[in-house]
Structure formats: structure tokens, C-alpha cells
């Protein structure tokens, strides 16, 4: 009879046990679904940063131009220039959440990330 008692509470243990494992095994797929979205946003919203620096740009280069022949104010030149700025910002800023989203992502699988080195700049 103790052997059968014993033998019960170790069925329920491992039960426990068991459902504890696919608890933590429903916790880690949600958090890397979330972890993949989040980074697939980040990664979009970093193409998009760049096109909207490229885009300042042209307008900034197109601005000063026209402001050194007259045909522009100061103020337009002022808000192109601010705008370029701005537009870098939200560039630098991007890259860093893609770099951050990766990072998390690494630290819910255990892998270790690939060194990368990118230089933010714009031609």
C-alpha cells in the first residue's frame, strides 16, 4: 500500500512537472512570436528611415540650391535643413530599435549574434 501511495505522488509530480514544461514552453513561443514581430517592424521601419533620408536630402540639396539663387527664403532653406536633420535622427534611431529587437531575439534563443559593423551614413 505505502509503495502504490508513493508511486501516485510520483505520477502527480510529474504531471506537475510536465504541465510546468508546457507552460514555459507556451511563454517562450509567445515571447519569440512577439519578438519576431517586434523586429520585422523594426527592420521596416528602418528601410523606410532610410528612404526618408534620401528623399531629405534631394529636397535639402534642391532647396540650396535655389536658395543661393534667389528663389528660396531663408525660412524655406531653415525648414529643409531641419527637415534632413530630423529625417537622420529617425534613421540613427531606427537602426538602434532593429539592433535592440535582434538582440532580443538572440537572448530568448541563446545564440550568440554575428559581429556586424554598420556605418550610418548617407551619400
Known sequence: FRKTTEVDRAVVQMK???????????????????????????????????????????????????????????VDFTDAANDYVMSLGRRISAFYACQRSEARLFALSGLLPTYREELVQEK
Open 16 to 74: 506537475k512537472a510536465a504541465a510546468t514544461v508546457d507552460e514555459a514552453e507556451q511563454r517562450l513561443s509567445c515571447e519569440l512570436e512577439t519578438a519576431i514581430s517586434v523586429r520585422d517592424n523594426a527592420r521596416k521601419e528602418t528601410e523606410s528611415a532610410r528612404a526618408s533620408v534620401i528623399h531629405a536630402r534631394e529636397n535639402f540639396d534642391m532647396v540650396k540650391a535655389q536658395y543661393a539663387e534667389g528663389e528660396a527664403s531663408r
